[in-house]
C-alpha cells in the first residue's frame, strides 16, 4: 500500500453473503509515517480465503528489512495453517505505540441476519486514543456498528519496537496484541460489564473510548 500523507490511512472491504454484511478497516495516525528504524517489524496485514471474501486484520512480526508476505507463508506452511485464508496483503507498516484490534456484530440470524465490523490501528499514543480511533474507523464504514453492537470483541496493547522478540513471537505469525505489555481484552455483549473475560480496567478504558 502506498504512503499517504493525509491524516490517516484507511482500507476498507464490505462482504456481502446473504443476511451478512462485514466490515474491515484499518487506521493509522500521521505519526506512524515518519518514525526512526527500529531492530523490528510490526504490519497489519489482512488474510482473505481464494475468492477475496471473508478478509481479517491481523497484526504480523517480522525482522526488519525482510518480506512480510514470505515470512507469513513460510510460517503457515510449517504450521498447516488455513484457517485465515491463503491470500495475504501487507497494508500497513507500524511505529511503536499503542495498537489496538476490534470486532463487533449485531443483530440475530432468527431476526433477519448479522453485521459485523471490525477494524484494526497501531502507533497511538495511549490505550484510549488507539481504541476510539479503533472504534471510529469501524463505525465511519457501518452506520456506527462498533458502538452500537450487541456483541463486542477488543484487544489492545503496546508495541514498543522490540517487545516481538523479547516475547519469542514467531516471525511471520498473526495474532492479536494481547500479549503485550498492559495488554487488555474484552468479550462481552453490549452494554458492556465487568466479567472474567472483561476486567474492570479493561471496561473502563472502553467506556473511556466510547462504548456503552
Known amino acids: 500500500m502506498k504512503r499517504s500523507f493525509a491524516r490517516f490511512v484507511q482500507v476498507l472491504s464490505l462482504v456481502s453473503l446473504g443476511a ?45 528489512g525482510e518480506n512480510v508476505v514470505e515470512s507469513i507463508q513460510n510460517y503457515l506452511a510449517r504450521a498447516g495453517d488455513t484457517s485465515l485464508g491463503n491470500r495475504v496483503s501487507v497494508q500497513a507498516e507500524c511505529s511503536p505505540g499503542w495498537v489496538a484490534s476490534v470486532q463487533a456484530q449485531d443483530g440475530t440470524v432468527s431476526s433477519g441476519g448479522l453485521l459485523r465490523g471490525s477494524a484494526t490501528v497501531c ?12 472504534l471510529r474507523a469501524c463505525d465511519s464504514q457501518s452506520a456506527n456498528l462498533c458502538r452500537n453492537a450487541n456483541q463486542m470483541r477488543a484487544v489492545w496493547g503496546q508495541w514498543d519496537g522490540v517487545t516481538g522478540r523479547k516475547r519469542l513471537v514467531e516471525p511471520g505469525r498473526p495474532y ?15 452494554p ?7 476486567l474492570t480496567e479493561a471496561v473502563h478504558q472502553l467506556k473511556a473510548a466510547g462504548v456503552r
Open 20 to 64: 451478512v454484511g462485514c466490515f474491515t478497516a484499518l487506521l493509522l495516525p500521521t505519526q506512524a509515517l515518519a518514525q526512526p528504524r527500529q531492530p523490528d517489524q510490526l504490519s497489519i496485514v489482512e488474510f482473505c480465503n481464494a475468492q477475496g471474501f471473508k478478509c481479517q486484520l491481523r497484526f504480523v512480526d517480522s525482522y526488519r
Open 123 to 134: 502507533g497511538y499514543s495511549d490505550p484510549v486514543a488507539a481504541l476510539t480511533a479503533a
Open 176 to 190: 492479536d496484541p494481547l500479549s503485550y505489555p498492559d495488554g487488555q481484552q474484552c468479550t462481552s455483549t453490549v
Open 192 to 198: 458492556i460489564f465487568s466479567t472474567s473475560s472483561c
